[in-house]
């Protein structure tokens, strides 16, 4: 099932027609684009005009489709015969099957790095635990715009959790997952529901402590559950806009 509308965001700044040469206006109609889709500025299968975007970057429709066309190769954006371009939508079952694979892959070289566990691989987690607590999360509070250097500092905490598996393809298959599930991640946080915050920091602190305790089956469950309340987050507010789509079209 896939969902997915339209929304209005704020007006981003004019990238400027007078920038240095086509080439430099690609890459930074790609950047912002990036950052506004991954910043939740557009909903989950929402369409992307061109023609709106060159009128509103200030640029030409051709600059907006090459860096639209550079974002599908991303999988970022879905480029359809006939229809144009639109954000990828909210799959949910693709989400719920990407993180049932998460779970057993990353839980698997979490429980093999904390089984081969020694004072390096100790002293890496409680860094790169160390530099996440540090770096802001957002860019902008109203919208809950994550930054990239947070989006670094999450991923690097996560690859030197399991960084003492000993094996490579392991971590390279969870790391891979790890990417593929990012556009849903930053898309959890805006749809986090107010009346039950998520206390990310606290599920983060966790893990470092049963790490630290050399607990593998404390931290391979509070793994799963750190990417199953980001997957519950997402169902449910597929589910709410499903339903009010329903209420509508009755």
């Known amino acids: 099932m896939a969902i ?16 240095a040469g086509a080439p430099s206006l690609s890459v930074a109609v790609h950047a912002r684009m990036r950052a506004e889709i991954l910043a939740g500025r557009f909903d989950p299968g929402a369409r992307l005009s061109p023609r709106g975007l060159a009128t509103e970057f200030d640029v030409s429709l051709s600059v907006v489709r090459e860096a639209l066309s550079r974002l599908a190769e991303q999988g970022l954006v879905v480029a359809t015969p006939q229809l144009g371009f639109s954000v990828v939508p909210l799959d949910v079952d693709d989400l719920v099957d990407l993180t049932k694979v998460r779970v057993l892959i990353e839980g698997t070289a979490l429980r093999d790095a904390v089984e081969h566990t020694d004072l390096e691989y100790e002293m890496r987690v409680v860094a790169a635990h160390h530099r996440l607590t540090r770096t802001p999360c957002f860019a902008d509070e109203a919208r809950m715009t994550i930054t990239e250097e947070f989006a670094s500092a999450h991923a690097a905490f996560h690859d030197a959790l399991i960084s003492a598996s000993p094996s490579l393809r392991l971590r390279e298959l969870a790391a891979n997952l790890r990417d593929q599930s990012e556009l849903y991640r930053r898309w959890s946080v805006p749809f986090s529901p107010d009346d039950e915050p998520r206390d990310v920091a606290e599920e983060h602190r966790r893990l470092v402590e049963a790490v ?11 793994l799963a559950d750190h990417f199953n309340l980001t997957t519950a987050i997402l169902v449910s507010y597929a589910t709410s806009v499903a339903a009010a789509d329903s209420e509508a079209s009755a």
């Open 212 to 222: 630290l305790d050399h607990d593998a089956d404390k931290a391979v469950q509070l």
């Open 4 to 19: 997915g509308a339209s929304k209005k965001g704020p007006p981003v700044r004019s990238v400027g027609a007078n920038a």
